[in-house]
């Protein structure tokens, strides 16, 4: 059984600040950490090899700083790290990411599962597990909230609905997004922290990943964003008190005078 | 940062027990110390990440640690709840006179078994007219074929009922006195040994503190710990190694009390301003942090001086143990005096550290006790200076 487990460092956005003036990212101090919902990926994965005697390698698509999340990804219990990186797969929207990491995992051979977060808390989008799916023409099951059952052909999985599941079995290979319902994560252990001081993780360039040059990057990314912002700020409002009858008369005079009302 | 000129490993622990101590510790501290209760949950954290291997040698399945690695762990834990803290040090304890004194068969038979985590370990010494006097003891080991038969009891035990493996004092020739005492490797589950009063405390309530009874307790001659006669010394030789631990408890005790009060001193705002910007508090604070560092880098040294090797380890460690535990009990005293009312509320941290602090200058014998072993080894040495 080998599994690959694909993960995004993320900044720890409890303490991302945006400049309010270029409205961009102030990444500055800011930690970085393996996205949240790949922990629960790396642990159900873990799980899996450890109860199928399994290979599991992470991979993820960065810049070289990258490398740090795959050695913790390492002190937890995977046997590998693969880190996709170039200044060609720079800019990259979720069809370029899903696209060079599909043809990372080719590079890798024969996978018989992928999982993937939900979605990253930076990004957000929650697509490029399904895209790596299809581009990989795989079976894909999201937001699994339960592995019911798995073996070496079949998975069983309860994708998590809004006040219920759905209860699917897929053949494998297949591709799973994982919610942080379906465990708890692992701390790293010492031992997987001294094996991931010494471990190399892989590098993979575009020449290594054989990938078509113009569906990378900037240049294979078809989202052109037009603009980020800040919300802006919501002032707080103002509470009205007191009877409902006083408290709902005093309201529609105030809407009266704002002109709200008529 | 301080460089304390600790090696790669010896970080690793301290930003894994950090990491274990603020995640999985924090949230349920204040639970644990209202119902008084160990936290299985959190032992199998520390065993999964390789804590327990820390102090136990690689060839018995640990990672070649010693008292240092024992202390980097424990102070870590300590800021957080020093009751978890002597959960995890009091398995070091228990483990000690195995690593000091035990054969080889017995230490591939148990220290596989602590390092993993699987089995917690305790010592039993204490009984209800053996405190202070270790020489009162009175739990008898009589000698019948190849085994031994234990009768008496065993109090305040750290990690009684939760441990498997306890290492026990016995008599086992009651007119020789303390060179009557020998040491038994027990397991839980063996016949007439039973456990029985947990105790109800003050502080470190997430340990277990319990009474141990041996009735015609049958125990292999092969779980004698080196020979009869020798129980008294490994006792002294094991709280030679595991006080500079007690030390690290206490730092860490003081520490966490001392960075609750700085924080809450900084926000808390009377007459106008935060009370951290007076200076009679600012100074207090002063006095607090340089007092912790001071205990801190004496903990380490001992601690470094039990790792070298070296012969005469008793005053120093003692020094360590009576001098952080002392520090710790003004530095959280204190503590609540910067939070004031609201430092002596349960709602707030400050008073547990207080009631936690308290309890390191008991154990592994009281302040008053490593003074006599400080005060006895220091004329000693005077003695063997003027010879020279
Ligand atoms: C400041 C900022 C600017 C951006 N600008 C653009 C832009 O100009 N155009 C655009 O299209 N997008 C842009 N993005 C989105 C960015 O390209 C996406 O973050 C990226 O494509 C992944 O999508 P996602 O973060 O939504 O991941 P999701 O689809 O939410 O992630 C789901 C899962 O996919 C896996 N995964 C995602 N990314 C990786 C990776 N790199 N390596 C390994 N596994 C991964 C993880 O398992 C993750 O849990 C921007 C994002 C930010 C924060
Ligand atoms: C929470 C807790 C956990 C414990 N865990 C363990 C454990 O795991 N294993 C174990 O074996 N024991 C354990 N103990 C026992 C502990 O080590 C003893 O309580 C301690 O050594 C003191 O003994 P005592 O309580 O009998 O006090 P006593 O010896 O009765 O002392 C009473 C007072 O007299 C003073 N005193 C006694 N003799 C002298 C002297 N010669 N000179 C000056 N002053 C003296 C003492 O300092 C103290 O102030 C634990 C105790 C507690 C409270």
Known sequence: MKIVVCIKQVPDTTEVRIN???????????????????????????????????????????PPQAESALKEAIALGCDSGILLTDRAFAGADTW?????????????????????????????????????????????????????????????????MEGGYHLLESSLP?????????????????????????????????????????????????????????PPVRDKGTMIKGEPSEAAAKLVSELKEKGVLL | MIDYGFTEEQLMIQELARQIAEERVRPVRAQLDEEGSHSAEIMQVLAESDLFAVFIPEEYGGLGGGALELCIATEELSKVCGGVAVSYAATALGAYPIMLGGSDEQKKKYLPAIASGEKLAAFGITEPNAGSDAGGVETTAEKDGDSYILNG?????????????????????????????????????????????????????????????????????????????????????????????????????????????????????????????FQAIRHLIADMATKVEAARTLVYQAARQVDSGAKNISKLS??????????????????????????????????????????????????????????????????FRDKK
């Open chain 1, 20 to 62: 309010p003036k270029t409205n961009t990212l102030i990444r500055e101090g800011v930690e970085s950490i393996i996205n949240p919902f790949d922990l629960n990926a790396l642990e159900e994965g873990l799980r899996i090899k450890e109860k199928m005697n399994g290979e599991l390698i992470a991979l993820s698509m960065g």
């Open chain 1, 96 to 160: 370029a990411t899903s696209y060079t990491l599909s043809r990372g995992i080719r590079r890798i051979g024969e996978v018989d599962l992928i999982i993937c977060g939900k979605q990253a808390i930076d990004g957000d989008t929650a697509q490029v597990g399904p895209s790596i799916a299809e581009m990989l023409d795989i079976p894909c099951i999201t937001y699994v909230r339960k592995i019911e059952e798995i073996d070496k052909s079949n998975i069983k999985a309860q994708r998590m």
């Open chain 2, 318 to 383: 003692a020094m360590s143990k009576l001098f952080a535990s002392e520090i710790a009990m003004e530095v959280t005293t204190n503590a609540v005096q910067i939070f004031g009312g609201y430092g002596y509320m349960r709602e707030y941290p400050a008073e547990k550290f207080m009631r936690d602090a308290k309890i390191t200058q008991i154990y592994e014998g009281t302040s008053q006790i490593q003074r006599e072993v400080i005060g006895l080894e220091v004329i000693k040495e005077a003695k």
């Open chain 2, 153 to 277: 009891s065993k109090i305040f035990i750290t990690n009684g009922g939760v441990a498997d493996i306890y290492t026990v004092i016995a008599m086992t020739d009651r007119s020789r006195g303390a060179r009557g005492a020998s040491c038994f490797i027990l397991e839980k589950g063996m016949e007439g040994f039973e456990f029985g009063k947990e105790e109800d405390k003050m502080g470190i309530r997430a340990s277990a503190t319990r009474e141990l009874i041996f009735t015609d307790c049958r125990v292999p001659a092969e779980n004698l710990i080196s020979r009869e006669g020798m129980g008294f010394i490994l006792s002294m030789r094991t709280f030679d190694h595991s006080r500079p631990g007690i030390g690290a408890q206490a730092v860490g005790i003081a520490q966490g009390a001392l960075n609750e009060a700085v924080d809450y001193a900084s926000e808390r705002i009377q007459f106008g301003q935060p009370v951290s910007s």
């Open chain 1, 174 to 230: 297949a591709l799973i997004t994982v919610v942080k319902e379906i465990n708890e994560p692992r701390l790293p252990s010492l031992r997987g922290k001294m094996r991931a001081r010494k471990e190399e993780i892989i590098k993979y360039s575009a020449a290594d990943i054989v990938c078509e040059i113009d569906s990378i990057g900037q240049m294979g990314s078809p989202t052109v964003v037009e603009k980020i912002f800040a």
